[in-house]
């Protein structure tokens, strides 16, 4: 339905062969991005050809030493080579330098390890004490509490492999819908999931039952919230609804969710690019209207707009390609060794984002 | 401890320290292209009773000497975020000593530049310089040129600069030359940025405990191999010791998480 709507857009904006308007062109340059990208990468829906997607999960303190070793072992033979220029040490002092930082390594390894467990047993008592026992007015009493809170909220999830606790389709699935209810109960209308390899896109259904189930155990079965699940990169989006049934998404839903991968990120722009480039070559598109306004119109219709908040279920701050565009003014939080979603880090998080103060340029 | 600092051969000690372990750290992995959010020159200044210009001068010299620290240790190009865009709703006395500085600045390091000859930096001005005064763009220009054989280090300065303006930059740019659609890719878009043949960037760095990249270097920073690293110290605080510390610190890490990096790019083909 939603694609017959497009091409006739398509057509109708291609006609005025030269004194197309902006607002036009844009149009046009979105609905071509949309469907190039609907043609390039088609999530398949059967089960059969779900890929096992390799995890992205924790190491264990000795796996890590393990690869100190390993890489200290073999960087001797790289690292030779790069000390040119005039006051480059020899191979002999090279071999006394490398010894000293092998050494070094092996104090940090020490000292990472205390920290470690310092960190550890800090989130396990913060785990303890801020604990929403899936009750929405302890956490609006919670966040309540705070002068301010973000509009739009995103979270950068990870695919953890089966083995572990919590992993899978279903821990990220589980992990997608406590957030999810954490922010219905907060008060937060858009929230955004980003996982690396989009293993969400490709298992909406569980997804809303995951959601579903737990928006029930926290909301009670009589006014389960609405919402709708929205993938920008396939322009799709799925009302959910009481049950779990395809709803007709007419009425505003109380929280969109949006699905977002690593294709959202610079592979779009790639894409816009390729897109603009080609308008312009049949002169669909002229060079003055591409500035940066156009540009950014054009990616909050293919990603969404920037997030206020970005959090990072993960043990250091790393972005995963996240979509770099929608990185500008967005707050960053994660807590040090923390690989697992709990409520004590989306609280500390908010906390955190309450008293920060943007001033552009100022 | 006063004393210690004041006898006369503590300097010395202190430096060739300093040399020694910038020496250690560079026999093992050290990031190729560091970045630098200057945050907190003007609160340093607010902390310090001092003037917002005199707060700002500090913050050079603090560049200045974690810039000798990096290229030690074998650093093969560092960002600096000079000035930003936005920075232009800033006061205009402020903008106008800014500027100043920069030339001033300049002219010091084309004219005795210790740094560029002793380490080869070539000084590379990024960003919209169409925004900037004539007299400081020439004098900017000017180092650029005159720096411009110079081929063991790099050191960007962005002024004035944003990143969503460099992508847009980027891309006019790759639109005006007319490549065949099928050619753009990932890597066309990064060559064309303003930073486009310096090594990737591998570590972010941000003072004063500001957990947002404030449209810094964007496109590179999401980059799964590049780290940021955010400090809760005041831009001017920042010492070639905790320099040092970062940089082994990013080493360590470095063997660590090479494996789960990889482990998350592997898919990464097939997901393009």
Redesign the interface.
């Known amino acids: 339905m939603s694609l017959e709507m497009k091409t006739t857009e398509l057509e109708g904006s291609q006609s005025p062969a030269n004194g197309f308007s902006a607002e036009a062109s844009q149009e046009l340059v979105y609905n071509l991005v949309q469907q190039n990208q609907q043609d390039v990468?088609e999530v398949p829906t059967d089960v059969d050809h779900r890929?096992p997607?390799?995890?992205?999960?924790s190491?264990t303190f000795f796996t890590?030493l393990y690869?100190?070793f390993k890489?200290?072992a073999s960087?001797g033979s790289q690292?030779k080579g790069?000390?040119e220029?005039s006051d480059a040490?020899g191979p002999i002092?090279?071999y006394i330098?490398?010894s000293?930082?092998v050494f070094?390594?092996l104090l940090?390894?020490v000292y990472?390890f205390y920290e470690y467990t310092y960190n550890r047993l800090k989130l396990r008592f913060l785990n303890l004490a801020y604990n929403p026992s899936r009750t929405p007015s302890l956490i609006n009493s919670d966040v309540n509490k705070l002068p301010k809170i973000p509009y739009r909220l995103s979270a950068i999830l990870n695919y953890k492999s089966e083995q572990e606790e919590n992993g899978g389709v279903e821990g990220l699935c589980n992990d997608a819908a406590e957030l999810t209810a954490w922010c219905l109960s907060s008060g937060i209308p858009n929230f955004s999931i980003y996982e690396?390899?989009?293993v969400l896109k490709t298992h909406v259904p569980e997804l809303r039952r995951s959601i579903h189930r737990k928006l029930v155990a926290y909301f009670g079965t009589s006014n389960v919230p609405t919402y709708h699940i929205k993938i920008p990169h396939l322009n799709l989006s799925y009302a959910g609804s009481y049950d779990g049934e395809y709803g007709d998404g007419e009425d505003k839903p109380d929280i969109e969710i949006s699905l977002l991968?690593?294709?959202d990120?610079?592979?779009t722009?790639?894409e816009?690019?390729?897109?603009?480039?080609?308008l312009?070559?049949n002169h669909e598109l002229s060079?003055k209207d591409?500035?940066?306004k156009f540009?950014?119109q054009e990616l909050q219709q293919l990603v969404g707009p920037e997030p206020d908040l970005i959090i990072m279920f993960q043990p250091?701050?790393?972005?995963?390609?996240?979509?770099?565009?929608h990185?500008?003014?967005?707050?960053?939080?994660w807590e040090p060794d923390n690989d697992e979603v709990s409520y004590a880090v989306f609280l500390r998080a908010l906390q955190?984002y309450s008293t920060?103060k943007?001033n552009?340029?100022? | 401890m006063d004393w210690i600092a004041s006898f006369p051969v503590t300097r010395h000690v202190l430096e060739y320290t300093k040399k020694q372990l910038c020496?250690?750290?560079?026999?093992?992995?050290v990031p190729q292209h560091v970045g630098f959010i200057m945050d907190g020159n003007r609160r340093y200044a607010r902390m310090n009773k001092m003037e917002t210009k005199e707060g700002h001068s500090a913050g050079f010299d603090t560049m200045a000497r974690l810039l000798e620290v990096c290229y030690d240790c074998?650093v093969q190009a560092a960002t600096v975020f000079a000035f930003?865009?936005?920075?232009?709703?800033?006061s205009e006395y402020e903008i106008e000593w800014l500027m100043k500085l920069a030339k001033s600045k300049m002219k010091q390091v084309v004219e005795n530049g210790e740094l560029c000859h002793k380490y080869?930096v070539k000084i590379r001005i990024l960003g919209n310089l169409k925004l900037l005064p004539a007299d400081v763009r020439e004098s900017l220009l000017e180092a650029q040129e005159m720096t411009k054989n110079n081929e063991?280090a790099v050191l960007n300065i962005c002024c004035p600069y944003t990143?969503?303006?460099d992508?847009?930059h980027s891309?006019?740019n790759?639109?005006?030359r007319?490549?065949d659609?099928e050619d753009?890719?990932?890597d066309l878009?990064s060559e064309h940025l303003y930073t486009g043949g310096v090594p990737k960037l591998q570590l972010l760095i941000r003072t004063s405990g500001?957990?947002?990249?404030?449209?810094f270097m964007?496109?590179e920073?999401?980059?799964?191999d590049?780290?940021?690293?955010?400090l809760s110290v005041l831009w001017p605080q920042f010492t070639p010791l905790l320099m040092l510390w970062i940089l082994?610190?990013w080493?360590?890490?470095?063997?660590?998480?090479?494996?789960?990096?990889k482990?998350?790019l592997?898919?990464?083909g097939?997901?393009?």
Not at chain 1, 272 to 278: D, P, R, Y
């Open positions: 990468s890929n997607v390799p995890a992205y999960s190491d890590t690869n100190l890489n200290l960087s690292t790069e000390g220029g040490p002092s090279y330098y490398h000293i930082l070094l390594y940090m390894s990472r690396y390899h989009g991968s690593v294709v990120g610079r592979p722009i790639v816009l690019t390729k897109v603009m480039s080609q312009s070559k060079e591409i500035n940066m540009i950014d250091y701050l790393n972005l995963q390609g996240y979509p770099p565009w990185t500008r003014l967005s707050e960053m939080y955190k920060c943007v552009i340029g100022r | 020496q250690v750290l560079r026999s093992g992995s074998g930003s865009i936005e920075n232009f709703s800033r080869g063991r990143a969503r303006d992508i847009t891309i006019k790759i639109i005006a007319g490549y659609p753009i890719t990932q878009v500001v957990y947002r990249l404030s449209d964007l496109w920073t999401v980059d799964v590049c780290d940021v690293e955010i082994f610190k080493g360590w890490n470095r063997t660590g998480r090479a494996r789960r990096n482990r998350l592997e898919n990464h097939k997901d393009d």
